[in-house]
T-cell receptor, first 115, second 109 residues
Framework: DVKVTQSSRYLVKRTGEKVFLECVQD?????MFWYRQDPGLGLRLIYF???????EKGDIPEGYSVSREKKERFSLILESASTNQTSMYLC??????????????FGPGTRLTVL | GQNIDQPTEMTATEGAIVQINCTYQTSGFNGLFWYQQHAGEAPTFLSY??LDGLEEKGRFSSFLSRSKGYSYLLLKELQMKDSASYLCAVLDSNYQLIWGAGTKLIIKP
């Protein structure tokens, strides 16, 4: 079974703090993704990566950065947390081939509250 | 722009059948996914359709009509554990997943 883990289930930070969210997958997947999920808005893509040291902006990258130094690990960084970044953050990974189903497997999520 | 529409909330009775619709307008199409998400948990994969027609998997079936930009998820013999949100997502021409806001399904005894 594919396992995607995230460093924290719940996190409370103060405005202006630097926040690190870690994600690790154990199935040698090429692709990794960071989403945020807010009520009524669905999943919104922040950043994704198709390979080590490679990153691409998603739909809402402002205020975020990412790092992928190793294939299995994809980190999301909030440089200076703000209250509008209070959300559920979901990490996902997928195999990477263009053919086939190539579904995304999700981590349990991190519920971040910025005070 | 790209758009995925699905009802916000639906209610059904235990043991019954429910159909959750999804319509989409995207730049290109490389498949449609349905995911289930229980409250406070991560989404889990249910089905994938890339060709027109019905895909059946136990109590769950998913249908796709590419010409109509339409899909539905059919849940039979509903159980209380089926209470969850159901997310529709389309893989566009750039192989990016476009997500709907999800349909919250409430099952009543």
């Amino acid at each position: 079974d594919v396992k995607v883990t995230q460093s924290s289930r719940y996190l409370v930070k103060r405005t202006g703090e630097k926040v690190f969210l870690e994600c690790v997958q154990d199935m040698d997947h090429e692709n990794m993704f960071w989403y945020r999920q807010d009520p009524g808005l669905g999943l919104r893509l922040i950043y994704f990566s198709y390979d080590v040291k490679m990153k691409e902006k998603g739909d809402i990258p402002e205020g975020y950065s990412v790092s992928r130094e190793k294939k299995e690990r994809f980190s999301l960084i909030l440089e200076s947390a703000s209250t509008n970044q209070t959300s559920m953050y979901l990490c996902a990974s997928s195999l990477g081939t263009s053919g086939g189903v190539n579904e995304q497997f999700f981590g349990p999520g991190t519920r971040l509250t910025v005070l | 722009g790209q758009n995925i529409d699905q009802p916000t909330e639906m209610t059904a009775t235990e043991g019954a059948i429910v159909q959750i619709n999804c319509t989409y307008q995207t730049s290109g199409f490389n498949g449609l996914f349905w995911y289930q998400q229980h409250a406070g948990e991560a989404p889990t994969f249910l089905s994938y359709n890339v060709l027109d027609g019905l895909e059946e998997k136990g109590r769950f079936s998913s249908f796709l009509s590419r010409s109509k930009g339409y899909s539905y998820l059919l849940l039979k013999e509903l159980q209380m554990k089926d209470s969850a949100s159901y997310l529709c997502a389309v893989l566009d021409s750039n192989y990016q997943l476009i997500w709907g806001a999800g349909t919250k399904l409430i099952i009543k005894p």
